[in-house]
């Protein structure tokens, strides 16, 4: 069976399947258990060290240890030359309350006056530091410069400001019929409509694969992007007419009425933040 078809399975969820070591399942986290395994899986059986793994939005380190975890089991690939590219500010606003109860407070971790999470994430992926690389700052301040792209996980297209340079910047270094691109936001209700709208806009570049039920939507990337083409996938560049029918569209792929709920909600947002906008 092809890998892909195999993915379609989700062999993560396989009894046989079992991630452990390194504390990797205490660390505090945002994803499902079903994203652990799964990024864990992929980074393990997927990549064959065709390009790099991306992990946009680490936070406390959890999507990063189980990437990490997987290239670390990895039979395929050069130890050396392949690395879990880390990307987040580090910082959590001390006015953010409910993130610092839920993930500090919650964990008997104290919160660190500053804000500044960095240590937390340097902690936990310190067992597989020989696999990270740490990128603190915005990402809108970072070019993606260390070659192709073969795992790209994305959990900070939070604006399109941020979308904006994650299209322009990492989506130009997939590697056609063969990166996988992972969208964090795309199942979630409160997320940016921009991520089921990139996936329509880019139907005939990308091909849905498998997706972890809530949040995660995994695709494979089959045909070359140019600049152009990405260039017309900047939200500015999306007419508000066009962002509603690629919603739509995006609304027909799904069966299940929890998905086409959510979808529903990210397109409600986005008209209604656009009235908000308009009437300003
Ligand atoms: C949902 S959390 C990521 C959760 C993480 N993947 C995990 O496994 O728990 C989103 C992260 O994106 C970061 N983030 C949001 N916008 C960003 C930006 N423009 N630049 C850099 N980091 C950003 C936040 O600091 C936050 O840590």
Request: neutral net charge.
């Amino acid at each position: 069976m092809n890998i892909i078809e195999l993915i379609k399975q989700k062999p993560w969820l396989s009894e046989r399947f079992k991630p452990v070591g390194n504390s990797i399942w205490h660390v505090p986290t945002m994803i499902t258990k079903e994203e652990k395994l799964m990024l864990a899986w992929l980074a393990e059986n997927y990549v064959e060290g065709a390009g790099q793994v991306v992990d946009l939005g680490s936070f406390l380190g959890g999507s990063s240890v189980f990437l990490a975890h997987g290239l670390n089991q990895n039979k395929k690939v050069n130890k050396i030359s392949t690395k879990v590219h880390c990307y987040d500010v580090f910082f959590i606003p001390p006015r953010d309350v409910h993130v610092i109860d839920y993930f500090f407070s919650k964990n008997n971790l104290v919160f660190p006056s500053d804000g500044n999470i960095l240590p937390f994430f340097e902690k936990a992926t310190k067992p597989y530091q020989n696999f990270i690389v740490t990128n603190k700052g915005r990402i809108e301040e970072f070019e993606a410069n260390f070659g192709d792209i073969e795992l790209l996980f994305v959990d900070l297209m939070k604006s399109p400001v941020s979308y904006n340079h994650v299209v322009k910047e990492f989506f130009t270094a997939l590697i056609p019929g063969k990166s996988l691109v992972i969208l964090q936001d795309y199942l979630y209700k409160n997320s940016g409509a921009w991520h089921a709208i990139l996936m329509e806009k880019l139907s005939d570049h990308f091909e849905y694969i498998v997706d972890t039920q809530v949040n995660s939507v995994v695709f494979l990337h089959t045909k070359a992007l140019s600049k152009e083409i990405l260039e017309s996938c900047l939200w500015e560049n999306i007419s508000f007419d066009e962002k509603v029918a690629l919603m739509e569209k995006a609304k027909k792929r799904w069966n299940l009425i929890p998905h086409i709920e959510i979808i529903e909600n990210q397109l409600t947002l986005l008209k209604t933040k656009t009235k908000t906008k308009a009437i300003q």
